[in-house]
């Protein structure tokens, strides 16, 4: 099975994650990116801000034909118990009918429920199908740890 893995990164976990899944899978990788970054320490009020009323921001143009790949993994660090907005544009951009996603997160803290509901309804209106999910705590987690989470939840997506 052909595997995407989109993802947005503000501070390298998300990428870290998503090279981990794209070389396990296979997969090709493709990074959003914002056209203009907010700067730390910024990011955290307007960014979190942008992120609790489910916005999105400029992103460079993608390049990508779906119809390539049957299942899509979408990665994104969570803001203010939610998708970053990077992400959310490419979500509302894109329409996913046909699709299989997983959506992922990497967070400082251990609670993902609400930016996994968050994210699963914005990808079903954009007409996707949300086959799995998981989701990685980064803060003060040596890299290798996260590689090594990173490896044990896409075990069940390497048939
Ligand atoms: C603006 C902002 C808001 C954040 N809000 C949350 C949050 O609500 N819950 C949480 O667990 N982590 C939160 N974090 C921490 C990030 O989710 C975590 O560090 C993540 O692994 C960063 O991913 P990245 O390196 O790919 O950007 C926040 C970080 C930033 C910069």
């Known amino acids: ?3 995407l893995v989109v993802y947005y990164s503000l501070t390298g976990k998300t990428r870290l994650v998503s090279q981990v899944i794209a070389e396990a899978l296979n997969a090709t990788l493709l990074e959003i990116e914002e056209r203009r970054p907010i700067p730390m320490p910024f990011v955290y ?6 992120a609790f009323m489910n916005r999105g921001s400029k992103i460079n143009p993608v390049d990508v034909d779906l119809k390539q790949y049957e299942r899509i993994f979408i990665g994104s660090p969570i803001w203010a118990s939610r998708p970053a907005p ?10 996913f009918e046909g699709r299989s996603i997983i959506p992922f997160f990497t967070m400082g803290g251990n609670n993902a429920e609400k930016a996994l509901e968050n994210i699963t309804a914005k990808i079903e209106k954009s007409q996707g199908k ?6 990685i705590t980064s803060y003060r987690v040596p890299d290798e740890e996260i590689i090594a989470r990173a490896k044990e939840a896409i075990k069940e997506y390497s048939s």
């Open 45 to 50: 009020l307007s960014g979190s801000f942008a």
């Open 86 to 95: 990077a992400i959310n544009s490419f979500i509302y951009k894109t329409n």
């Open 130 to 135: 949300v086959v799995g999910s998981f989701a």
């Open 1 to 3: 099975m052909k595997s």
